[in-house]
C-alpha cells in the first residue's frame, strides 16, 4: 500500500513539474539550419548595432498566422556588428508561460530602438523602422533535451511607418492666413 501511495504521488509531481515547465528554445537568427539575416528598408543595409532589436513572439496555437494573436515572450537581443551584422544571438531561452514539450508557433520582430523602445512605440511612430519574419512552428524543449533553432525562419526587411500627410483643413487653414496675411500687405491705392 505504501509503495503504491509513493508511486503516486512521484506520478503526480513528475505530471505537475511538466505541467510548470518552461518550454526552451535557441533565440538566434544564426544557427544551425538558420542564416536569415534582418535587413534595413531598402533590403540591401543589414541592421547592425545595439541601435537595433529583435524580439521574440510566440503562440501556443502551432499553426498560428495572427500577429495579433501572438504573446511577447519577455525576449530581445541586440544585433550584432561586422560580419555578424543582421544577426542576433540571444542564447538559450525559456519562454514564459510556454509549455514544454510542445509545438509553438513563434515570430520574430525587429525595431530601431530610437524609435521606440518596444516594437509598438517604433510601429506606430511616423518614420519608425519596424519588421516581422515569417511565422514558424518550434518544438520547445526543456531539462537535457538541447534547445531547437529557429528552423525555417526567412530574412526579413524593415517597414518604415509613413509621415502623415496634412489634412485638408490644416492646408485650408493656412491657405486662408496666407490670404489675409497678403491682404494686409497690399498698399491702399
Not at 13 to 26: K, N
Not at 133 to 160: D, H
Request: charged share 10%; hydrophobic share 45%.
Amino acid at each position: 500500500m505504501k509503495t503504491t501511495a509513493a508511486v503516486l504521488v512521484l506520478a503526480v509531481a513528475v505530471a505537475a513539474s511538466r505541467a510548470w515547465a518552461q518550454g526552451t528554445l535557441y533565440f538566434a537568427n544564426g544557427a544551425v539550419g538558420v542564416s536569415s539575416p534582418i535587413y534595413e528598408a531598402d533590403g540591401v543595409t543589414k541592421l547592425s548595432g545595439p541601435d537595433y532589436l529583435a524580439g521574440l513572439w510566440w503562440s501556443p496555437v502551432p499553426t498560428e498566422t495572427n500577429a495579433e494573436a501572438m504573446y511577447f515572450s519577455g525576449l530581445t537581443a541586440p544585433l550584432h556588428t561586422g560580419i555578424n551584422a543582421g544577426y542576433f544571438f540571444g542564447g538559450v531561452k525559456p519562454i514564459p508561460g510556454a509549455p514544454a514539450q510542445a509545438y509553438v508557433a513563434v515570430q520574430v520582430r525587429a525595431w530601431r530602438v530610437q524609435d521606440g523602445a518596444d516594437f509598438f512605440s517604433a510601429q506606430a511612430k511616423p518614420g519608425g523602422h519596424w519588421g516581422e519574419s515569417n511565422f514558424i512552428q518550434v518544438y520547445l524543449t526543456s531539462g537535457p533535451q538541447p534547445p531547437r533553432n529557429l528552423v525555417g525562419l526567412q530574412s526579413f526587411n524593415l517597414t518604415v511607418t509613413p509621415l502623415p500627410e496634412p489634412s485638408a483643413f490644416t492646408l485650408a487653414v493656412l491657405g486662408g492666413a496666407v490670404l489675409l496675411l497678403c491682404r494686409r500687405v497690399r498698399p491702399r491705392r
